[in-house]
């Protein structure tokens, strides 16, 4: 992964959650449209709306979004959105990591024993009962 820092070219916005870098056409990252995007799909937000935030039309969205397919090299949103964050173009932000971390029962929640949900029922072929003097016992 490269250092996206360092570079000159390189910008980054915060979108949804997620920290998108972006660039020129000819640097090797992707438009700020396409990061935009990019963050909306990863935040788990549909095409339509990601339009709606952006202020366009659907049919808009899907062009970015299948050109940003086409330089992912890849078919889907998941898969995008994986490779995305494999070249460092996005990231999640830390402020929900150290909002985490900083949870004193995140342990007692990781291992919490398994509830029972059925209670064991046994059922008996011979009907006795012996407090009303049944004449089967």
Same mark, same amino acid.
């Given at each position: 992964m490269q250092n996206l820092k360092s570079e000159p070219y390189a910008e980054f916005i915060s979108l949804s959650g997620w920290?998108?870098?972006?660039?020129?056409r000819n640097s090797g990252l992707p438009t700020r449209v396409q990061a935009q995007v990019a963050a909306g799909l990863a935040a788990g937000l549909t095409q339509k709306e990601i339009a709606k935030i952006r202020g366009v039309s659907p049919a808009s969205i899907r062009?970015?979004?299948? %050109? &940003?397919y086409w330089h992912l090299g890849t078919y889907k949103a998941a898969g995008a959105v994986a490779e995305a964050m494999r070249r460092g173009w996005i990231a999640p932000?830390?402020? %929900? &990591?150290?909002?985490s971390g900083i949870n004193a029962d995140t342990e007692a929640m990781r291992n919490r024993p398994p509830a029972r949900t059925r209670q064991q029922v046994s059922a008996s072929r011979n009907v006795s009962r012996r407090d009303v003097g049944s004449v089967y016992s």
């Open positions: 920290c998108c870098y972006y660039g020129s062009t970015v979004a299948e %050109a &940003l932000l830390l402020i %929900a &990591l150290l909002v």
